[in-house]
Each structure stands twice: as C-alpha cells, then as structure tokens.
C-alpha cells in the first residue's frame, strides 16, 4: 500500500443515499479470481444509464466520490473498494459509512472522510454547480478544505488508522514492522513444538 498523505482534486457529485455494496460493485463482478479490472463494473447497474454521473466528461479524472449518507453499506465484498479505487479514485466523502466498508477502506488505502450531513450538502451543491472545484484532504492534519466556498472541516480518524494511511501500512506492513520480535519468538520456541 502506498502511503496517503494529502488527496486533492475535483469530486463526482454521487448524489444518492444509502448506496451498498451491490450497487457500487455488482454481483457478477465476485465471479472474477483476479483482483484486477473491477472499475468496469464500478456502479454497473447505474452506468447502462447515459445521464449518470459517472459517464458525465465534466467528472472525468475526479480524484474524489462524493457520496450520500449511509454509503457502503451492505454485505462486506472488498471488492467494492477495489472497484473505487481502481477506477481512479482515491477518497471518499460521505456524512456516514458502512464500518465493514470503511474497515476495507482502510486496509486498502482509501480514506473514508466523514464530515457533518450539511457540510456534505454544502460541498455537493458547489460541486454540482462548479465540477471544476478542487477538494483538499489532508491526512496528516485531518482536515477537508474546499477553499472556493470557505469550507475547512475536520474529519474523525483513529490514530492507527492515520498512521496506516501516513505510513502506506496494510496489515502485512503492520506486521513486518514486528518483525525482530517474531524472529525472537521463533527462535526462543521449544524444538519439540510443531514448526510454524
């Protein structure tokens, strides 16, 4: 996992509530072995539709979903959030997530910034009105900032999840970093116990 430390840029305006897992990544898609390719099925129930606004050319290249409350809800599919960021996304805005999704999120490297329902409203209005707006969300200081419309919020993140997403830390990562203690376990275990 690479290490987030600052996402910015322009945002999809997803203007739906209650978004699941099924919706942002249909259940054909878990057919799949590899875990490559799952943006073509990003929200591919809604995409067959011309006037999504994923398929709008003013969202393309938007670093940011900006999302409803209640998004990722659902079954616990990763690939939900396989899908996301393979798409090119790289946060996610909402004023409320699924936990199992937003526990994938952070065991893949895509933060989930929570933010008041009505700052939410305030950036999905702008957002929808100006597609071009940029959206600044700094992980280190946990802070959203949109400074076209004078919005600098802070958003709740735990301190271990803060360092994963600063430190580019999946759970292999997190482990490694122990690793002088569990060559010290190994090598203090009785001979007549089963090798690990």
Known sequence: MKPVRIVEGRA????????????????????????????????????????FVLNREEH?????????PNFGTGSSREHAVWAIMQYGFEAVISPRFGPIFANNSTKNGLVCAQLEAAVCDQIMAAVQADPTLEI????????????????????PLGASIQH??????????????????ITAFESARPTYMPAS
């Not at 209650?18 to 057919?31: C, E, G």
């Not at 393309?60 to 409803?68: E, F, M, S, V």
């Open 60 to 68: 393309a290249g938007a670093k940011i979903l900006l999302a409803g």
């Open 136 to 155: 600044v969300i700094d992980v280190k200081r946990l802070t959203v900032e949109v400074p076209a419309i004078d919005v600098n919020v802070s958003f």
């Open 12 to 51: 999809v305006p997803l203007d739906r509530s209650d978004v699941d897992t099924d919706q942002i990544i249909p259940s054909d898609w878990l057919k799949q072995v590899e875990r490559t390719g799952f943006e073509k099925g990003l929200f591919g129930e809604w995409r067959d539709e011309p006037s």
């Open 164 to 181: 994963r997403f600063l430190e580019g830390l999946d759970d292999i990562g997190l482990t490694m970093q122990k690793g002088d203690d």
